[in-house]
């Protein structure tokens, strides 16, 4: 869990980080993505299964980090750093260990600075998780980030934003990866993609 005292609801604490909530729009794109056919009934059986979505943990463990690491291993200048601190800024309470962060690492072993954050939306509270979600973008532009993204997701249900030159936008319909697994596979293959070459 990501400690934020940032709302969206909230306009003073959008104040406090002069972050402007833009219209929502369109902005993702698809990559094509190739996964191997075993791999993807699996996570498709998943999708399908109740027992995967019994706790919070068993929707990480069978669904979206599965989902994650596929799509990394494309984009193997990337890792999917998994509930790691990432302590920023204490009085503005940007500190904590997110859910996953996208981000190379260092020459020292380290994370580099995380152009994509990706939040499990607990008990499916999307406003929650955007709130978690942006609170680690406002961290990493903090740290020289001009663009970042940022994903919400049940596990089924997955939705896209991303925090632009101080300006927040999420787009308006969500991806049913039950009902699409592929689209949602490439979308985020895109955003790897975009990731990867932001911080080159």
Known sequence: MFL???????PLQ??????????KSVFVQQKEFEVQEVLFLLITENLWDDLSFINETTICEKI?????????KKNDQLNVWSHVPYNIDEQKGLVGEPDYLIAPRTKYG??????????????????????????EMVASSLTGASLCYGVVTTGKTWEFGKLEHDTFTVVPVAVSAADNLQKTLNILNWMFERVAQLDV
Do not use: H, Y
Request: glycine share 6%.
């Open 64 to 72: 979206i980090s599965p989902v994650l690491n596929i799509v990394a």
């Open 14 to 23: 959008t104040e406090k980080f002069d972050i402007e909530v833009a219209k």
């Open 110 to 135: 380290g994370m580099a600075r995380p152009s994509l954050c990706i939040i499990e939306a607990k008990r499916d509270n999307f406003d929650e998780g955007w709130t978690q979600a942006l609170a």
């Open 4 to 10: 934020c005292f940032f709302s969206l609801g909230n």
